[in-house]
T-cell receptor, first 111, second 114 residues
Framework: DAGVTQSPTHLIKTRGQQVTLRCSPK?????VSWYQQALGQGPQFIFQ???????QRGNFPDRFSGHQFPNYSSELNVNALLLGDSALYLCASSLLNTEAFFGQGTRLTVV | QQQVKQSPQSLIVQKGGISIINCAYENTAFDYFPWYQQFPGKGPALLIA?????SEKKEGRFTISFNKSAKQFSLHIMDSQPGDSATYFCAAPGFRGGNEKLTFGTGTRLTIIP
């Protein structure tokens, strides 16, 4: 049984560019949450998608947006990249209101 | 949104010893408190979780102790092994009804020495 898979593993982008990160949830899970983990910090909740809609959002600007597809996979988009957006982006899948399982993350570096 | 304070920031324990990491939270309305283990280059993995209707939960060498009145919970790792060297995060729900919408502590880097 495949767990949560994320792509790509690593990514380097230039300031001002846009990036799209992808996540496939664990089999049977219908909810996807995205987190940002800066170096040496705990993950911070960005937002959650359920039934193709954003259900809850953390303290992140509108430059961060997402989408969930009918097969429950999800994308995280970040526009107008800043140097401070450099981080490990984690996707977590779950059934609604149950424990979250994390993927290995996408390491984004903005130069 | 929930705040979670974790200590210590780093911890060095001898092999076979007991590792103890502490967390304090603010909002008593929530009912799910997990600990995650993270190795370098990997995503966090759920280690053990507790609901506040019990004061302690044990799974193998890992125990969560929960003090509802003090709004604190701690992770105890018994017989610590070099393979336990990792970063540990406590967490609490950031929103009502959201066990997967978590607020994490800042992490404890645990090193087990021979």
């Amino acid at each position: 049984d495949a767990g949560v898979t994320q792509s790509p593993t690593h990514l380097i982008k230039t300031r001002g560019q846009q990036v799209t990160l992808r996540c496939s949830p664990k089999s049977g899970h219908d909810t996807v949450s995205w987190y940002q983990q800066a170096l040496g910090q705990g993950p911070q909740f960005i937002f959650q998608y359920y039934e193709e809609e954003e259900r809850q959002r953390g303290n992140f600007p509108d430059r961060f947006s997402g989408h969930q597809f009918p097969n429950y996979s999800s994308e995280l988009n970040v526009n107008a990249l800043l140097l401070g957006d450099s981080a490990l982006y984690l996707c977590a899948s779950s059934l609604l209101n149950t424990e979250a399982f994390f993927g290995q993350g996408t390491r984004l570096t903005v130069v | 949104q929930q705040q979670v304070k974790q200590s210590p920031q780093s911890l060095i324990v001898q092999k076979g010893g007991i590792s103890i990491i502490n967390c304090a939270y603010e909002n008593t309305a929530f009912d799910y408190f997990p600990w995650y283990q993270q190795f370098p280059g990997k995503g966090p993995a759920l280690l053990i979780a507790i609901r506040p209707d019990v004061s302690e939960k044990k799974e193998g060498r890992f125990t969560i102790s929960f003090n509802k009145s003090a709004k604190q919970f701690s992770l105890h790792i018994m017989d610590s092994q070099p393979g336990d060297s990792a970063t540990y995060f406590c967490a609490a729900p950031g929103f009502r009804g959201g066990n997967e919408k978590l607020t994490f502590g800042t992490g404890t880097r645990l090193t087990i020495i021979p």
